[in-house]
């Protein structure tokens, strides 16, 4: 968790400093009148402080089930007049002066953005219920990227391994029969273990798993031979490789069905609940959001 504070002490102060630093480049090379550090750094926030009001209101629409490519689009083009607005009314520039100096802090937001979610931390939102009941169908989570290991950027290639996943961790990762689609479950076995499931009780290495996670929700029991959803195995997790399950455990697509996690598949650890919206009721989880993920 330490870390974590560090890297976003570290973030702010680049959006802080580093950021109007761009303005003011900008506003050398377009020649804007009135442009000072005070100004230029006060101006980035107060736009950023719209786009972050904007993203709540995009939230807001896809809840109400508002196609996202048309949210996206009237969000986009929201967001660009408002910022040119801003900048035109407190520096007294020109149309096209005010877009040199907007986009000289939109490359750096974006390059900022890169970094963060290659690196740092990353959202992505829940769609199912097999994490039931620890995470729920609407929760938007951030997603720690560099616990486990630094990577290059939208590759599965290791730069700097960190630490191995250890049992119990909910990890994001690539699911392995269709690498366009990440999955979010609970670790259970990692390599070297031995997993068996009799009558929907896991063993682990011979004996009862202490599974406080798991919830099963209706009584029927499916012999191995029909599905390995309630009897399952035994079988050896393989180096360099890992056995997961989501926490409702009746209603889980994981490897009892297709098997293995690769190492390098997992992107990284669940921390936090940043948003939660419940459909059913088309309104905020407001006791959800900035709930820690405990293990």
Known sequence: MFV???FIAFITLCIIIVNPLFLLAGGRIFRVSQLTYKKALSTWLLILLFVVLLRIAAALFY??????VSIEILTGIAAFLIAMWIIKRRFNTTMFRSIGVYLTSIVFALVLALFLTSFVVQAYKIPSGAMRPTLLVGDHILVNKFI???KIPFSDITLIPVKEPKRGDIVVFI????????FIKRLIGVPGDTIEIRKKRIILNGLPYNDKH????DNLI????VQPRDNFGPVRVPEGSFFVMGDNRD?????????????RAIKGKAINVYWSWDRKLNSVRWDRIGKYIHY
């Open 4 to 6: 974590i504070l560090v």
């Open 63 to 68: 809840a109400l089930g508002i196609g996202k």
């Open 148 to 150: 486990y290991s630094v």
């Open 175 to 182: 699911y392995p029969e269709d690498r366009s689609k990440d």
């Open 214 to 217: 798991g919830v099963y929700v």
């Open 222 to 225: 499916i012999p191995g031979a």
């Open 251 to 263: 209603h889980s697509y994981d490897s009892r069905f297709w098997g293995f996690v690769d190492r």
